[in-house]
């Protein structure tokens, strides 16, 4: 473990991916032209948000290495193309106070019902608190990788590959939309609109960057959707994604005339504290199904979580 070894200066070839740690994969940063003496000042310049005392704490502790796992030091001399691994870290991470549950594991695919709030791989302030990293600390598995993504506000399904020699084979399932998404949202009542009915439009990245917004042009989303149940209140829909863009069933929901419920983001921004899970996005990626391309045998799953009423 990188924990027992002692550091060493090298720069000296790289061949090996360097192992996670507590779940977490290093980032990895090709070192490029410049007068920087030392591996350490270059970081501290490439990353400003990061100080030299955390770099040089991490270099101490080993979370900083090259691509055969040793220790880079504080003298390790810069050099252009080494690859340097280094584990992130957030000093004041929340915890995410809710479970995921895992539905199904076998030897090529885990698929694990995602609570609110969690996002599936390392972003932002979310490090160590995500899907995959909790997956991978359960399951001893370092392999583990997602298919696919939902945004973090949104709880339900996502599929891991378990297994890196059939990975391209489940990987395609989503590329060739060979994969069935079916979700449900808690929305205003549209009473004067048909349904069932198909949302067809151009998304492109908005302001700030984060967000996602429609266009004129040709259309590259689509989603088919339809009504459940109608209340007094909200509607519960059922959203089937024909496409797979960011926000996409947020911003299609938006433009329509009903965002979904606590939608922080569409149509407008809503600033919440963090740690505030008082309102979660009314959103549920609810069912998947497929033909296991290794098996031949047609694959359903469903999520136990609910939306409020």
Known sequence: MLANRKPVAHTGSMRKRPPHIDGLAASTLQLPPGAWPTVLDCLCERFPAVSRVQWLERMARGRVVDSEGRWLTPDTPHLVGLEVHYYREVSDELPIPFDE????????????????????????????????????RQTGNPTLAPLHRIDRETAGLVLFSTNPHSRAAYQALFRERRIQKYYEAMAPALPNAEFPCVRSSR????????????????????TRIDVITRGDGNWRYALTPITGRKHQLRVHMAA?????????????????????????????????????????????FCSNFLLDR
């Not at 609110?116 to 979310?126: K, S, Y």
């Not at 740690?275 to 098996?295: C, E, H, M, N, V």
């Open 256 to 300: 329509l005339g009903a965002p979904i419920a606590n939608d922080g983001m569409y149509p407008s921004l809503v600033q919440r504290a963090p740690g505030d899970y008082s309102a979660p996005l009314q959103l549920l990626a609810k069912r998947l199904s497929f033909i296991d391309p290794i098996s031949g045998v047609e694959r359903r």
């Open 203 to 222: 998304i492109v990245a908005g302001e700030p960057f984060f967000r996602m917004q429609e266009i004129e042009g040709p259309a590259n989303s689509e």
């Open 101 to 136: 549950v895992v539905l199904h594991s076998d030897a090529d695919l885990l698929v694990a019902d995602k609570p609110h709030f969690l996002t599936v791989t390392p972003a932002g302030g979310h490090v160590h608190e995500t899907l995959l990293g909790r997956l991978i």
